[in-house]
């Protein structure tokens, strides 16, 4: 359920009318709702309630806006981070560095440093190679990094290829049979505590199956871990609960997922962490945008909006679906491609699509933005960062500024021996 609603006709953020925020703001721009983030990390956490010890940490990666961070925290959450970046975003947010999980198949030599000054809960370590480096550099400085080791369990999250993590071919984690043979060297290290082993097999998965599969091999490797003698507290079942882009999906909700993983991890007897993302923040936001003009097509009208490919990257890169709607809808139809001013064919938002009936100026949204969206974001072809603005009840802020052309060029420099 989110807080995106028609009232009197026009699309509301809770009380904000979507119309006078694209006047005062303009478009595009991205619009989250304070009492929909709050709603899904409330949901997201009841759904866990007979899961045992757990500790949840927001995916950064989905949505790094301070203001978001800020709500997160405020629901208790931690933060799973994949980046020196996205570490100094949580802990600015008012994160505990406590709660904070490293997580990242390339932390560099100043990542980890970081990581350390920072004095973070615990690092996810994504190889061997990776936890020698983290044990040296902690040693030297006489401390002890908590560390899980991030297994690959070989199994298809049945997700979009692109965003896929668990297959052997996979670059994440360690394969699951040699598991056992890292931890043990890894476990002997001076400077590591490894306390646990982590996973994440992909995102936006639509059916339980493949986590409940990859759930039950963690928990094979679990005994076998403490048949070995090793002390296990902590398991790290990442993230990946799938959201519905189309009104007509009906992925698993976080009470039939929290059902599942109190059934497979019964007796663990371990903290178990999670890294919801996507299922905390997409329907939590939508990117509106206006019309420029429509132009006629040879199979279809084509609206060309003032938002493109670089405000919202998942069509073009993963052919994903935004359900779009006019701001004012008339009751009637069309059948339109949607797609942005940028040179590119892959600029296009919604191809032969039966959609609201729009027509120049009028103003509309994709919804389910609110992850991966902003995050994603980009400049190209010289186009402003997309700003994005927190509603709460009747009142909004812009919480991230349109960031135009020239303070870009302002950071930009022609040598002297050009001139
Ligand atoms: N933990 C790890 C280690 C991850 O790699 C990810 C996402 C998450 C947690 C959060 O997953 P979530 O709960 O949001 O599914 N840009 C793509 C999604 C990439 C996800 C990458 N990893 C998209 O727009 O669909």
Redesign the pocket.
């Known amino acids: 359920m989110d807080h995106f609603q028609l009232k009197d006709g026009v699309l509301h953020a809770e009380d904000v009318a979507l119309s006078d925020i694209a006047e005062q703001v303009g478009t595009p721009v991205y619009v989250y709702s304070r009492a929909t983030l709050e709603r899904h990390a409330r949901v997201f956490r009841e759904g866990l309630k007979d899961a045992g010890k757990i500790h949840l940490a927001f995916?950064v990666?989905?949505n790094p806006n301070l203001a978001v961070l800020k709500i997160l925290a405020n629901q208790g959450y931690g933060a799973?981070v994949?980046s020196g970046g996205e570490l100094e975003r949580a802990l600015a947010a008012g994160m505990k560095a406590d709660d904070i999980v490293f997580?990242g198949v390339g932390k560099s030599r100043a990542e980890l440093t970081l990581g350390l000054d920072k004095g973070i809960g615990q690092f996810?370590l994504e190889s061997e190679e990776e936890g020698q480096m983290l044990a040296e550099i902690a040693a030297s400085r006489g401390e002890n990094a908590s560390a899980t080791l991030r297994v690959n369990p070989d199994v298809d999250a049945g997700t979009?290829a692109k965003?896929s993590?668990g297959k052997a071919e996979n670059k994440f984690g360690v394969a699951i049979d040699v598991a056992p043979d890292i931890f043990a060297r890894l476990s002997k290290l001076e400077g590591l505590n490894l306390r646990g082993v982590a996973v994440?097999i992909g995102?936006?998965l639509q059916n339980l199956d493949p986590l409940e599969k990859c759930y039950t091999r963690m928990g094979q490797l679990l005994s076998d871990l403490r048949s070995a003698g090793h002390a296990i507290t902590h398991v790290d079942l990442?993230?990946?609960?799938g959201v519905p882009y189309k009104p007509e999906e009906n992925p698993p909700s976080p009470a039939d997922y929290g059902a599942m993983v109190a059934r497979v991890t019964e007796g663990w007897d371990v903290t178990l962490m999670f890294?919801?993302?996507?299922?905390i923040a997409g329907n939590s936001g939508v990117m509106m945008t206006q019309v420029i003009r429509i132009k006629p097509g040879v199979n279809s009208d084509f609206v060309i909006v003032d938002a493109a490919m670089n405000d919202l990257m998942?069509p073009a890169i993963?052919d994903?679906w935004h359900h779009f709607e006019a701001v004012q809808p008339t009751g009637d139809s069309m059948t339109a491609s949607i797609v942005g001013p940028i040179c590119e064919s892959s600029d296009i938002f919604a191809k032969e699509r039966e959609v609201d009936r729009v027509q120049t100026d009028d103003l509309g949204i994709f919804r389910t933005a609110g992850?991966?969206g902003a995050t994603?974001a980009n400049t190209y072809n010289s186009r402003p960062l997309v700003p994005e603005v927190l509603v709460d009840g009747d009142k909004y802020a812009v919480v991230a500024e349109r960031i135009e052309p020239s303070t870009i060029m302002a950071a930009e420099h022609v040598p002297d021996w050009l001139k």
């Open positions: 995916a990666k989905s799973d994949v997580s996810n979009h965003i993590t994440h995102s936006q990442g993230g990946g609960l890294e919801p993302g996507r299922v998942r993963y994903a992850a991966y994603m």
